[in-house]
């Protein structure tokens, strides 16, 4: 149980165009997903939190005309990079929490990850 | 500021030993704290969870503690195999709604 997917794995763009990444949570409800970017060997940077129907929260620094989040319905949330250059160049993973018991909510399911690369 | 501090240098272990990472946060009273395994190029995997009133967790091979007077948990692998090899991140978390802070993760490296 407790499958994300996300869709594509991989992409190559050239500058200037918009990518949409896709996050499904496969077996569960997800009423908060996050989005998340990571260079390589570095930690996890949350870029912002995502909740059902209503606007994303981004986090300090975030560009939120340029990432784009839409969390349309309980099982699937967005995130499109608007005119991408090559410093968007990344791994964005995103991460979804059952929105069961409080409990439940305490844990993040992570997708595969989308490997990003901007020409 | 929040503050989570993890070994930033690469463990080598020899396989059959046990592995200990450490997991240290500041500026911070965590109500759970979380543990979370990442390959190279994938998406971090629960591994387990630890509550404030918990001091020791166990699932298989692995044992968690969590020390909050030291604000520190310890993260234990026995009897360690090279598929064990990986990054292991620990992420502290209050309440069902707020995101979660990743450390940095220390990378195990188990040898043959």
């Known amino acids: 149980g407790a499958v994300v997917s996300q869709h594509p794995s991989r992409v190559i763009c050239k500058s200037g165009t918009s990518v949409k990444i896709e996050c499904r949570s496969l077996d569960f409800q997800a009423t908060t997903m996050f989005w998340y970017r990571q260079f390589p060997k570095k930690s996890l940077m949350l870029m912002a939190t995502?909740?059902?129907?209503?606007?994303?929260?981004?986090e300090q620094g975030v560009e939120k005309d340029k990432f784009l989040i839409n969390h349309a319905s309980l099982t699937l949330s967005t995130l499109t990079v608007t005119s991408a250059h090559p410093e968007d160049s990344s791994f964005y993973i995103c991460s979804a929490r059952d929105g069961g018991s409080k409990r439940a909510q305490e844990t993040q399911y992570f997708g595969p990850g989308t490997r990003l690369l901007v020409l | 500021s929040q503050k989570i501090e993890q070994n930033s240098e690469a463990l080598n272990i020899q396989e059959g030993k046990t592995a200990t990472l450490t997991c240290n946060y500041t500026n911070y009273s965590p109500a759970y704290l979380q543990w979370y395994r990442q390959d190279p190029g994938r998406g971090p995997v629960f591994l387990l969870l630890?509550?404030?009133?918990?001091k020791e967790k166990r699932k298989e091979r692995l044992k968690v503690t969590f020390d909050t007077t030291l604000k520190q948990s310890l993260f234990h692998i026995t009897a360690s195999q090279p598929a064990d090899s990986a990054t292991y991140l620990c992420a502290p978390g209050s309440g069902g709604y707020n995101k979660l802070i990743f450390g940095a993760g220390t990378r195990l490296a188990v040898h043959p």
């Open positions: 630890i509550r404030e009133n918990e």
């Open positions: 995502s909740n059902e129907g209503s606007k994303a929260t981004y």
